[in-house]
């Protein structure tokens, strides 16, 4: 269980500049085996918390707890996804998903033998020797995840990770992402600008305000698990689209300066 | 799928032959334009280029040659040695840690902009014309490219790879081994090729300048007797042997840094 409280992250302006507030008095607890999903307007400090969560940003105020434990930089118990991917250019599929465990001093052989088990698991069967430019796009963040996985954290840390892919190949791998989900069922903390993605992946989904980004709201999502494969399925799609439209007029109600109707002009004949 | 490869071989294979056969045209233009030049010039400062053609197979048949080159070498090899040896470590340390950078940038900015050869009286006097002096003087011409283009490298190391690394917790020593080595690898091998380079200018410059030995003074010999040929045949000697150096410095980077784009993106 991660229990987040109080917490608050400045990042100190440039020279002459003021601070910036980008996470505001953050309450947050996320249960074991929870898919937990976090949206917010672009520049509410998503990644900022996510980042928080791993450990790799100091917070100014406030604790985050990982079983009662407050967390001192990045642990063995959690794995992260990157956004732009972030595998090693100069190594195969292979050493790139067995890295975690090679840091970890994981002998060779258990530790290529443990990665070539999660690249099945992400459908890379056969790829093993290729190097990652040779990859498209979303077979890289196949091979992130798989790297993530290898470790066999207790929470998954996912920042926007299928953010860069084009639709379809997004699509196929949500889809490969719940099914992987749904027998692994680690903790995953998921951030995403898609209300979409949120809703279909998340048991919960955090809505951040715009910066300083706190906590709005906590919409509980009661679609029926497993997930994998419904999107056919009218009555589910239903649901899962009014979810979405909920949670649309939620994020548009925080940037009214956009929607809002222009003052009345007075017009005079 | 196999039909595509072939055709791309096919590409690959016919602009491979057309860039020697252009490589070949411009040498042959060149080379009557100097044969020319030279004709109607009809003076002995100015060789033919046959007259110089001949006169290098001559040379470089001669014992002289090789006894030359072999003395000149030394300092180019320690140098370059001594470049590496220094450069590298004090490049990685500057491009990862301030402290460092603040020490030493300034002096590695003066070495860049001073004109080095200004520095040979400095260097007769305090080390005389000795092996030494010249190491030094193909020290000084190599280091700061070796440097420079070292801190470059560390400091390009994409920093998502560096957070990637620390997320699962590596040690510094894991991040220097696993990311920021490879990673500033294709940037050191530019380093040390371009340091190469400057070796051989600067092997030859301390050899006419200062301490007139192997190839240098060959070069001054030539011209005291008239023996233009001769001596423009010594340049192409040199150039030659550069040209094979940085081939092979060129190879070697593209061997040991095959996921890089090609080098000569890179310079």
Known sequence: ?269 | MSAIATTRLDLRGRVGASRWTYRLIAFAIFAAAWQLGAMAAGTLFVPTFLGTARATVTLIASRELWDALLLSNQSLVLGFLVSVGLGVPLGLAMGRFRAAEQFTDVYVNILLVTPIAALIPLLLMSLGFTLTSRVVLVTLFALPMVVVNTRAGVRQVDSSLLEMARSFRASEPQIWRRVLLPGALPAIMTGLRIGLGRSITGMVIVELLMVSVGIGNLILRYRGFFEYELLYATVVVVVIEALVLIAAARWLEHRVTPWAPASGLRG
């Open chain 1, 1 to 269: 269980m991660i229990t987040i409280a109080g917490l608050r992250k400045v990042f100190p302006g440039r020279t002459g500049a003021e601070d910036v507030e980008a996470l505001h008095d953050i309450n947050l607890t996320i249960k074991d085996n929870e898919f937990l999903t976090i949206i917010g307007p672009s520049g509410c400090g998503k990644t900022t918390l996510l980042r928080a969560i791993a450990g790799l940003l100091p917070i100014d105020d406030g604790e985050i707890r990982i079983d009662g434990a407050p967390i001192r930089g990045p642990g063995p118990e959690r794995a992260m996804v990157f956004q732009n991917i972030a595998l090693l250019p100069w190594d195969t599929v292979l050493a790139n998903v067995a890295f975690g465990l090679e840091l970890r001093g994981v002998p060779q052989a258990e530790r290529e033998e443990k990665a070539r088990h999660f690249i099945r698991l992400v459908g890379l069967a056969g790829w093993e020797r290729r190097m990652p430019l040779e990859l498209s796009g979303g077979m890289q963040q196949r091979v992130g995840l798989a790297r993530a996985l290898a470790v066999e954290p207790k929470v998954l840390l996912m920042d926007e990770p299928f953010g860069s892919l084009d639709e379809q190949t997004r699509r196929l791998l949500q889809e490969e992402l719940i099914r992987i989900w749904e027998t692994t069922r680690t903790t995953v903390v998921f951030i995403t600008h898609s209300m979409e993605e949120a809703v279909l992946l998340g048991d919960r989904v955090v809505l951040l305000s715009p910066r300083p980004g706190s906590i709005v709201e906590i919409v509980p999502v009661p679609l029926a698990r497993p997930r994998g494969g419904r999107v056919d399925d009218m009555g589910w799609s239903a649901e899962l689209l009014g979810i979405t439209a909920k949670l649309w007029r939620r994020l548009r109600d925080m940037q009214p300066d956009l929607v809002r109707a222009p003052p009345a002009v007075a017009v005079t004949p």
